[in-house]
């Protein structure tokens, strides 16, 4: 499952730096998250940085878009180019 950013951002650009997989960045009003880069972290932290930087609590999980533990692992092996 990707996060998603609500419209209670306040855009104060502290969750962009921290997504190890660029999957952050300006939208029209707020930051948004590309669902195909999201992995939650996984891989590369215990919980997503987002969410432990961001200081309004807008960033929840998309419930359009569900993946298992396993399946935010191999988006992470397939965009780092490491094998599982």
């Known amino acids: ?3 998603i950013i609500t419209d209670e951002c306040i855009n104060c650009d ?3 730096p921290e997504c190890p997989n660029g999957a952050i ?3 029209p009003d707020i930051y948004v998250i ?3 880069l999201c992995t ?4 590369h932290f215990d919980k997503p940085q ?5 200081p309004v609590d807008c960033i929840p999980k998309d419930p359009d878009r569900v993946e298992s533990h396993d399946e935010l692992h191999q988006k992470y092996l397939a965009l ?3 094998s599982a």
């Open 14 to 16: 502290v969750c962009e």
């Open 25 to 27: 960045s300006q939208g």
């Open 1 to 3: 499952m990707s996060l």
């Open 50 to 54: 987002c969410v432990e930087v961001c």
């Open 80 to 82: 780092t180019g490491k």
């Open 34 to 36: 590309d669902p195909a």
């Open 40 to 43: 939650e972290c996984v891989g």
